[in-house]
């Protein structure tokens, strides 16, 4: 049977997981795969393994027991090693990035910043800013069999739409990466701006959530800020 691996801690991590259980049903028990300075925390994996809510909740909550206690490598869901010996294989041979990347991580969490902006208030600002989406609009309206220049409006406003949002995107990221110790830039929704996720130190969370809260009330109504966290810090592993 093949082991799911969940996270990664240093070997002197304390492992409280008493009435936590792993992925599965019925619930997998959890055991450490320990090497000499690392441990992972595995259970056995069950057959057709899907991303189902119930089994994604567990990894979650393996993950969140892991943190309480300090710095956790989180693995992304459904990773699978052929058996437990492997698992020590792949410690020993990744040591000291791991130790590395934990003594980095060690006190940070995660947070995820999504931000949305009305569409059609998006559109009326290329409409007022730029000349040749006006000349185009104002040519399809006097002639609505005009395809050319109906395909040429389609273009130059999807054009602008993705130059604006990038743009917004980055400026976004500037005026919060200064609240973070690093940035990581996700893919954005077609209907979204960005989708940041930021590693905050624990202490400054608040301090973090007020400028994400700063940013939403600089640009009013037609954004809508999405603050996802404390989350295990996976886009930074």
Sequence with gaps: ????????TAADHPLRLDGVHGVGEPAAPLRAVRTGSLTAV??????GL???RRDVRAHQGV???LMADGATLPMRFG????DDDQVATALD????????????LDGHVEYNVKVARDEDDLLREIVTESQQVRELRERTIADPGAHDERVALGEVISHEVSARRSAEAE???????????????????ANHIASLSFLVPEKDAQAFARAVQREADLRGDAYTFTLTGPLPPYSFV
């Design 1 to 8: 049977m093949s082991t799911y691996v969940y996270g990664i």
């Design 42 to 47: 595995v259970s056995d994996a069950p057959e």
């Design 50 to 52: 899907r991303a189902k």
């Design 63 to 65: 993950l969140e027991a």
């Design 79 to 82: 990773l699978l090693a052929p």
């Design 93 to 104: 041979a990744g040591d000291d990035t791991y130790r590395a990347r934990l003594a980095d």
């Design 171 to 189: 400026l976004l990221t500037a005026a919060l990466a200064p609240s973070a110790k690093r940035v990581s830039v996700g893919e954005a929704a």
